[in-house]
């Protein structure tokens, strides 16, 4: 008997047709757990962490005024997060985010005090903070300069330029409340802080640039084998000054949301993310070898930081036991993605 070509698998007329095996992976929600791994691990760890925090004190965590408190400052981190998990898999780092948030923040103090429009002092502030960004990735790349070095040398030379021009003064600006540019960036809808729904617009978009887009391939072609990316094609250096610009350009986001949040620049702008930001990103699951890396791993991580500090003062104990917190935290949230990555280098 001819085989019916109509049938599933060339089954002949009067037998079932015989179905496709396929392999247990290959369901698509093992599929997925195991694509998006880190990032799941990350959030089982937040989620186990505001459980212990909740049984602690459940009357300070079942209000609102708990999580829109970090929901305020929340963004400021994740502009920067984001761009860092990009130069973590690039295979390089960025310690100099603090003071190019500070640099680009005081120029948007300085057009909005003097009366322009602070939607100028926005696109200044980014204006400022790419340039900022390529200049560091430059010494990086082109000046064959460790990134440790260069960018811890260049968030020293930085902040020490604003305190030596600003004396350590900063700067109140009180007519920012009245702007239109805080209403759009800054305000509240139903009791939510509008700043959250920009960042998560910027972690969906970066996260589309990292997985979807020819940027994100080549950024962890480069980060996996450099000598490889450039027999490929990939112009390595100009991927490699690109995340750094990346970089500047959140940081200048962040720094300006800072100052609208506050309405004052102080000269110490940004000097208090550095080790928070850094925490996010690997505990959110980017490892420290590149090639590899979670954007929404990174803005879990960012959320579970936040809520420690404030987690562990709401649950009744003292401000000595955030450090200790966050420590516990880092190491095991590092300790579930070393079980759970397949490659190590």
């Given at each position: 008997m001819e ?29 997925f ?10 959030l089982?760890v937040f989620i ?29 981190a994740?502009?920067?997060v ?9 295979g ?15 120029v948007f103090?300085l ?6 429009d602070p939607?100028?002092?926005?696109a ?7 340039l ?5 990735g ?7 300069l460790s990134?440790?070095?260069a960018?811890l040398?260049?968030n ?19 007519g ?10 800054s ?12 960042a998560?617009?910027f972690?969906?978009l ?6 979807r887009?020819?940027?994100g ?6 980060g996996?084998?450099?000598d490889?990316?450039?027999q ?15 970089v500047g ?10 100052v ?5 620049w ?7 993310y550095l ?20 954007v929404v ?11 420690i ?20 935290i880092?190491i095991?949230?590092l ?11």
């Amino acid at each position: 008997m001819e085989p019916d070509l109509q049938s599933p698998l060339g089954g002949t007329h009067g037998e079932p047709a015989r179905t496709e095996w396929k392999h247990p992976s290959d369901h698509w929600l093992r599929g997925f757990v195991i694509d998006n791994r880190a990032s799941l691990g990350t959030l089982g760890v937040f989620i186990v962490m505001m459980a212990v925090f909740m049984i602690a004190n459940p009357t300070v965590f079942t209000t609102w005024y708990l999580y829109s408190s970090v929901l305020t400052t929340l963004p400021v981190a994740l502009f920067v997060v984001v761009p860092l998990v990009f130069v973590v898999t690039c295979g390089e780092i960025d310690l100099s985010f603090p003071a190019t948030m500070g640099f680009a923040s005081w120029v948007f103090a300085l057009v909005v005090q003097a009366g322009y429009d602070p939607f100028l002092g926005i696109a200044a502030a980014i204006v400022t903070g790419t340039l900022l960004g390529f200049l560091v990735g430059s010494l990086v790349v082109y000046g064959g300069l460790s990134s440790l070095i260069a960018t811890l040398g260049m968030n020293f030379l930085l902040r020490g330029l604003i305190q030596i021009i600003n004396e350590g003064k900063s700067m109140a600006l009180t007519g920012l409340a009245d702007s239109r540019a805080y209403t759009i960036f800054s305000s509240q809808v139903w009791g939510i802080p509008v700043q959250i729904f920009w960042a998560i617009g910027f972690v969906v978009l970066s996260a589309m640039l990292y997985n979807r887009h020819r940027f994100g391939a080549q950024v962890r072609v480069v980060g996996d084998n450099p000598d490889s990316a450039q027999q490929m094609g990939i112009d390595v250096k100009r991927v490699r000054v690109k995340v750094f610009v990346f970089v500047g350009i959140g940081a200048a986001i962040a720094g300006t949301f800072s100052v609208m949040i506050n309405f004052t620049w102080w000269p110490t702008a940004g000097d208090g993310y550095l080790l928070p930001v850094l925490a996010s990103v690997f505990v959110g699951g980017t490892p420290t070898w590149g090639g590899i890396g979670t954007v929404v791993g990174g803005a879990i991580g960012a959320v579970t930081v936040s809520f420690i500090q404030t987690g562990v003062v709401a649950a009744g104990l003292s401000g000595f036991y955030v450090q200790f917190f966050n420590g516990l935290i880092i190491i095991l949230s590092l300790l579930g993605h070393k079980w759970n990555q397949a490659r190590y280098r």
